[in-house]
């Protein structure tokens, strides 16, 4: 879509990494698309943040009262956690490098 005026579109880039074998051959090639949210100022572009983060007193609380109770305890690590997120703002990002229409030079991503 077009650019907006008076909105904020936060830069983009790719990141690239070549995996290894132990030997040393190329396994395979990634490339990842991020937004550069570090560049976002606060009370400007958002309002506030939460990230949900469990304080290690209370997870040694819970592993203690488990093993009283005699309850399994099951450890579970979740990387994904914030890509399954609900965003109820609008958010524009800057279009891929390369990723060239033209005369759509301006346009970004909703």
Not at 28 to 33: Q, T
Not at 57 to 70: M, N, P
Not at 71 to 91: A, P, R, S
Request: charged share 25%; proline share 4%.
């Amino acid at each position: 879509m077009p650019s907006p005026e008076r909105k904020f579109v936060v830069p983009s880039k790719w990141i690239h990494k070549i995996k290894h074998v132990v030997a040393g051959n190329v396994e395979k090639y990634k490339a990842r698309f991020v937004a550069c949210g570090f560049s976002q100022k606060e009370g400007q572009d958002y309002e506030d943040m939460f990230a949900s983060v469990a304080k290690y007193a209370s997870i040694r609380f819970f592993i203690a009262l488990a093993s009283i109770v005699g309850y399994k305890l099951h450890q579970m690590d979740v990387k994904t956690y914030f890509l399954n997120g609900v965003i109820e703002d609008e958010v524009y990002i800057e279009k891929p490098q390369f990723f060239e229409v033209h005369d759509r030079e301006t346009y970004v991503c909703k």
